[in-house]
């Protein structure tokens, strides 16, 4: 090959480079190259040093939820021409990429009540923003209310994007109460959109038809952010109730926990903000023997036509992800959807009815799908390290997501789905009842 | 050995011959498969689930009392769907896939195995941090890699995908100039840049503003000089650029940003054509992403998830993004807002919900131990040699605009000057796809006319590289003759060329069932 290239040897390959930036040989303290064997070993000795939700009585939630995710969904996502292909830049030979995706934004829409939907974002947290973003697009205004409801991370996010576009944004945290703050929020001719989490970060669910029709009389968009998709198996879907923008983490549905990551952010909207929107989009079309057939389309909305004046800075997106929720909300399908909400809650009520008789304990929600919040007699955060030391997963402490605000400090989340047992729940309650006797 | 030289050929159909049409529109092994809506429906689930525990619901009146109309199908229904539109993508499994700047290799399946260990597949990101110490770990392992192989500073593992790092080097850049009180507004990116560039400077408030390139390819320091300046915060440079060539003038330009009271951001994409040769703290770079599905091999599963974690100088430190994992004694902390002390109260926040894409984490540092320092170096070497050889391959047959001004990097850069008739790039590139390839990256760069970017990688073999050259050859050559069959081509694929133009004129984005979709016309 050097023979043919004209090269005496690979060196005569890196002649650009300036001398001074040129290695002689490998960079020190690294290892060389392991066996499989060996990387496998090595690897699976960090594994066991964590504690997987599988093996214990297990209640985390706020934002990624434990969920059976049935074994022909892995299968599919692994088939090498869905694992190893890339962007479907060349539709002829990738309509299997494609399809799926029309397939997936049609699912989404329909689950959201919405006209269409996108072909996945990064994750709920960056859907979040770049709907606020989009929102300041379409009314031309630049400041967002968000609900104190909202998951603090995806605050947090937003906070950090506002600073650097000018963006003002209201926010305030959110209190122990069975109340959501939806119809005390401000809205006026100068706001792009109120953000509301559905259900909340609470666990809380409130009716938002009145809010939307309230955003509507001030011209602003009403985005509804849902971090539980099986929660739209058995409420209202956000669409429906006047929502103009809905976005969420779609990782409950195929994806699986991860430890934050990769998941699959969902996106969708009215028909007539399409050009607004971000994302990839998948669209019918037809080839030229007049078969349907689908491509990647309404890209110049998108960073390699429009380059700086884009909706979005976006390239990959999270279709692996989009393809395992697709291939997962098939095996559900509209039936076994409904199913598994009516499973979550009602398993979700009966733990949260047992755990609220445990001395010192109450119940914050009236309303909740799968995840609700309890006031305990003391701060949460300890309560939680000390369960974990006896392998028990308690939820997430309002202490961890809100440091420094003491009234919320004695609040701890828990989330129940159809992988939670009775005797999980036993175990966890009187455990609870130990630890804060 | 001239084994392969001119490449294998497959007996060539006679094209002469009508294929008669099946009832069924399949053709044996090619099945058409319908869209889930035709075929499954509301009622039928392919999951059951554990009966539901009597107890009055908690909704708060909320119940969802409308359809939703999702489909469903039995579980062999749903397997046979998906494993017959998986049969209609190309695939690096397939075969070479020479996507330039997109880096696509082979994808090792240890990687996969790793990342589904229930230690890392099955935690929660919220979990107390005592019962996740091996993610920790290995994040913090995996940042040490990449800390190592940039000779950088530090390095913030958050950002989701390229574009998200890019974002994340210019809030780091701007948090950095604001701190020093000299806000700036422009960012100098040369023309021959990814797309993602300029529309992430907009994005982080900057205006974006373009510097030229020389006849060789390269930046035009000299332009680059002359518009430096108190209004600009930096330059955003590919480095090896997307003419798929190494900077030479790196290590001045950089001097030259800095003199300026600029910082130096580098487009990482191509990063994989150095690892293990050069470090580009060694070129005076400020921040650089890392894109772990190109270098690292993590699969791009038809556009994504990708991974974008993000190396910082010294002085950029400081304003790295929230979170990320620090050893402090015998275990490892998580630090996030309530846990930054001092030392990063100058971050400039949280730029996703949680901790970056474990999942990706997982698969990269299985393929940075499998290579080691060794391996990785040689990772870049073959890359390197397998797109010199595809580009001497091809003297004298595709026009190579930069191929006198000396080797390339990891990917040849190729143009459509001598096409004869009106034919173009894309009847090649389709042409390509009729000889069972995937095609190179077409019309980018954007300063090359009809520009093809071939990127072979370091997985492909000489003989497969021989197989690819000759079958790149041939449609050459048919091109460069006016040979108008290119223009029905692809004949062979699942689908003849779609109409891009009405997808976009009448954006159909969502099923509708036939009825519905009637009302609304």
């Known amino acids: 090959m050097l023979r043919v290239i004209g090269a005496k040897s690979i060196d005569d390959l890196f002649t650009d480079v300036p001398a001074a930036a040129r290695l002689s040989g490998t960079i020190a303290g690294l290892p060389d190259h392991a066996s499989e064997l060996s990387v496998e070993r090595q690897l699976g000795a960090l594994a066991r040093q964590n504690i997987a939700a599988g093996e214990v009585p297990f209640f985390i939630g706020c934002g990624a939820y434990r969920h059976h995710i049935p074994a022909s969904v892995d299968h599919i996502i692994q088939r090498g021409e869905f694992l190893t292909s890339y962007t479907p830049y060349q539709p002829e030979i990738a309509q299997g990429t494609l399809q799926c ?107 938002l038809s009145a809010l939307a029709a309230k955003c509507q009389a001030a011209g602003a968009l009403l985005v509804v952010v849902n971090t539980e998709p099986v929660a739209l198996g058995a409420i209202r879907a956000p669409g429906e109730m006047g929502a103009d923008i809905v976005v969420g983490e779609g990782q409950s549905i195929g994806v699986g926990l991860q430890f934050g990551g990769p998941y699959c952010g969902l996106f969708a909207t009215r028909e007539k903000y399409v050009r607004q929107m971000p994302g990839r989009l998948a669209g019918e079309t037809q080839d030229a023997e007049g078969k349907r057939g689908f491509v990647l389309t309404l890209s110049t909305r998108e960073q390699h036509i429009r380059r700086e004046k884009a909706t979005s800075n976006i390239c990959t997106s999270s279709v692996l992800c989009a393809l395992a929720w697709t291939a997962h909300m098939t095996l559900l399908g509209e039936k076994g959807l409904r199913q598994l909400a009516a499973l979550n809650h009602g398993k979700a009520v009966a733990a949260a009815d047992r755990l609220a008789r445990v001395p010192g304990v109450s119940l914050v929600n009236d309303a909740f799908f799968n995840e609700f919040t309890l006031r305990l007699s003391r701060e949460a955060r300890p309560v939680v390290r000390t369960l974990a030391e006896r392998r028990i997963l308690a939820g997430v402490s309002l202490g961890r997501l809100y440091p420094g605000e003491a009234e919320l400090e004695n609040g701890l989340v828990v989330a129940v789905t159809e992988t939670t047992t009775e005797e999980d729940v036993e175990t966890f309650a009187s455990a609870l009842e130990e630890v804060l006797a | 050995m001239t084994i392969n030289q001119s490449g294998w050929r497959p007996t060539a159909p006679d094209a002469s011959e009508e294929a008669p049409a099946t009832f069924t529109g399949n053709r044996a092994l090619m099945l058409e498969e319908p869209l889930l809506f035709e075929i499954g429906d509301t009622q039928t689930t392919g999951v059951d689930f554990a009966e539901v525990p009597k107890g009055a619901s908690r909704l708060g009146g909320l119940e969802r009392n409308r359809d939703i109309g999702l489909a469903g199908l039995s579980e062999p229904e749903t397997v046979r769907h998906y494993t017959r539109l998986s049969r209609q993508n190309y695939a690096i499994d397939l075969g ?42 290995l994040i913090d392992q995996l940042a040490g890699w990449l800390i190592r192989l940039t000779g950088m500073h530090s390095v913030a593992m958050s950002p989701k995908a390229g574009a998200h790092g890019e974002l994340c080097g210019l809030l780091a850049i701007r948090s950095a100039l604001e701190a020093r009180g000299d806000a700036r507004e422009v960012i100098l990116v040369p023309e021959s840049a990814h797309g993602t560039n300029p529309a992430t400077a907009a994005f982080a408030g900057y205006r974006v503003e373009n510097i030229p390139a020389t006849e060789a390819g390269r930046v035009d320091v000299a332009a680059l000089k002359a518009r430096l300046g108190p209004d600009v915060a930096g330059v955003m440079i590919t480095n090896p650029n997307t003419c798929g060539l190494f900077e030479p003038d790196m290590i001045e330009i950089s001097a030259a940003v800095h003199e300026a009271g600029g910082l130096v951001y580098c487009d990482g994409a191509n990063f994989n054509a150095i690892v293990g040769r050069v470090r580009p703290g060694d070129l005076g770079i400020d921040a650089m992403h890392i894109n772990l599905h190109k270098t690292f091999s993590t699969p791009h599963g038809g556009g994504g998830p990708g991974s974008g974690p993000v190396v910082f100088s010294e002085a950029l430190s400081p304003f790295a993004p929230l979170p990320f994992v620090e050893k402090r004694g015998d275990s490892y902390v998580l630090v996030e807002e309530e846990t930054a002390d001092a030392e990063h109260s100058r971050s400039f926040g949280r730029m996703t919900a949680f901790h970056g894409q474990m999942g990706m984490f997982t698969r990269a540092l299985s393929y940075i131990l499998s290579h080691g320092a060794d391996g990785l170096r040689q990772v870049a070497e073959d890359a390197v040699l397998n797109a010199n050889y595809v580009l001497r391959s091809l003297d004298g047959v595709l026009d190579a605009p930069f191929g006198t001004s000396g080797p390339c990097m990891h990917e040849a850069l190729f143009s459509d000057r001598d096409f004869g008739g009106d034919l173009s790039t894309l009847d090649l590139a389709k042409a390509l796809i009729d000889e069972g390839f995937h095609p190179m990256t077409m019309y980018f760069p954007l300063v090359v006319h009809g520009a093809m970017l071939v990127e072979p990688t370091e997985t492909e073999s000489k003989a497969t590289l021989d197989q690819f050259i000759g079958a790149l050859r041939s449609v050459a050559q048919r091109a460069k003759a006016g040979d108008q069959s290119l223009k029905a081509a692809p004949v062979h694929a699942p689908r003849r060329r779609l109409d891009e133009t009405l997808a976009a004129r009448k954006p159909v984005l969502v099923y509708r069932e036939p009825a519905q979709a009637e009302a609304a016309e």
């Open chain 1, 101 to 207: 995706l029309f397939e997936f934004q049609t699912q989404v829409a329909r689950l959201y009540g919405c006209d269409v939907a996108n072909a996945s974002m990064y994750d709920g947290s960056t859907a979040c923003w770049e709907a606020i973003a989009m929102a300041g697009r379409v009314t031309r205004r630049k400041k967002a209310v968000l609900s104190s409801g909202l998951h603090p991370h995806y605050v947090s996010l937003a906070k950090t994007m506002a600073k650097f576009t000018g963006d003002t944004l209201l926010h305030a945290p959110p209190s122990l109460t069975a109340e959501l703050d939806v119809d005390t929020l401000a809205v006026d001719g100068e706001t792009s959109c109120v953000v509301v989490q559905y259900p909340d970060i609470l666990g809380r669910i409130a009716d």
């Open chain 2, 96 to 137: 070479v896939f020479p996507l330039g700047s997109c880096t696509m290799k082979h994808n090792p399946r240890l990687n996969e195995k790793v990342a589904r260990m229930p230690g890392f597949a099955d935690i929660h990101p919220l979990q107390p941090v005592d019962t996740v110490q091996g993610a920790l770990a």
